[in-house]
């Protein structure tokens, strides 16, 4: 029988190696747990967050627009230089409002033909906007000029200029204001004589405000926009 002769230090060392063992497994075993806590935890945080993300949903308490029809009944020429901006039909006759620096005019044109009768150029620094005929006088609205022209209605002669406050875009009248849209949800109602606001409303769908409004028609008390 062979022996086995080791010393105490010997045992030492050994149960050390298998102490060592064991806690460096169990330090495994540990980092293991924790990366996949931590995992777990990203994971759940990353959804979370995306659930929280901003969502558009309807305005229960302002129903949707309704969405309106329309036929074509007749087509009629129309000079496709003339960057159109604003459009009125006057008993029987086109006005026309046209835009771009340098080319901005205000005319009067005959529909069957599209051949102008009566124009005048504005000057080149300003951008033609928005037309209304109220009392006899043609008002044009001026892009970011903050200028506003008004022509007598048979002679395109200028009567005088008012200052706007804010930009030019569409326009129309209710018979005593005009009605003016300034590329926002605002659209104001302003005194003719003076160009002072008068009063506003705000455009809404089910969304909430509709910015850009421009061109503007009021047919039969109702507002178009």
Same mark, same amino acid.
């Given at each position: 029988?062979y022996g086995i002769?080791?010393?105490l230090?010997?045992?030492?060392?050994?149960?050390?190696?298998?102490?060592?063992?064991i806690t460096?497994?169990?330090i495994q075993?540990?980092?293991m747990r924790?990366?996949?806590l931590?995992?777990?935890?990203?994971v759940l945080?990353?959804?979370?967050?995306g659930n929280?993300?901003?969502? /558009?949903e309807?305005?229960v308490? @302002?129903?949707a627009?309704l969405s =309106?029809?329309?036929?074509?009944? !007749?087509?009629?020429?129309h %000079?496709?230089?003339?960057y159109t901006e604003?459009?009125i039909?006057?008993?029987?006759e086109?006005?026309e409002?046209?835009?771009?620096?340098?080319l901005?005019k205000?005319?009067?044109?005959?529909?069957t033909?599209?051949?102008?009768?009566k124009?005048i150029?504005?000057?080149?620094q300003?951008f033609? /906007?928005g037309?209304?005929?109220? @009392?006899?006088?043609?008002?044009? =609205?001026?892009y970011?000029?903050h !200028?506003v022209?008004v022509? %007598?209605?048979?002679t395109f002669?200028k009567?005088?200029e008012m200052e706007?406050?804010?930009?030019?875009w569409?326009?129309t009248?209710?018979?005593?204001?005009l009605?003016?849209?300034t590329?926002g949800?605002t659209?104001?109602y302003v005194?003719?004589?003076?160009?002072k606001v008068?009063r506003?409303?705000?455009?809404t769908?089910?969304y909430?405000?509709?910015a850009y409004i421009n061109?503007?028609?009021l047919?039969?008390?109702?507002?178009y926009?």
């Amino acid at each position: 029988m062979y022996g086995i002769a080791c010393t105490l230090k010997d045992i030492f060392s050994y149960h050390f190696i298998i102490v060592s063992h064991i806690t460096f497994a169990l330090i495994q075993i540990n980092t293991m747990r924790n990366c996949l806590l931590l995992f777990a935890v990203i994971v759940l945080l990353s959804s979370c967050n995306g659930n929280d993300q901003p969502k /558009e949903e309807n305005n229960v308490s @302002n129903p949707a627009p309704l969405s =309106l029809s329309y036929s074509i009944v !007749k087509v009629y020429p129309h %000079d496709t230089s003339s960057y159109t901006e604003g459009l009125i039909w006057h008993n029987n006759e086109l006005y026309e409002s046209a835009g771009n620096y340098n080319l901005s005019k205000l005319f009067k044109s005959d529909i069957t033909s599209a051949k102008a009768n009566k124009t005048i150029k504005l000057a080149n620094q300003y951008f033609g /906007e928005g037309i209304a005929i109220l @009392n006899d006088k043609i008002y044009q =609205l001026t892009y970011k000029e903050h !200028k506003v022209f008004v022509y %007598d209605l048979k002679t395109f002669q200028k009567i005088k200029e008012m200052e706007w406050l804010y930009e030019g875009w569409g326009m129309t009248t209710n018979g005593k204001e005009l009605i003016i849209s300034t590329g926002g949800s605002t659209i104001y109602y302003v005194n003719p004589e003076d160009f002072k606001v008068a009063r506003m409303i705000g455009v809404t769908d089910n969304y909430g405000p509709v910015a850009y409004i421009n061109e503007l028609e009021l047919i039969n008390n109702v507002l178009y926009a």
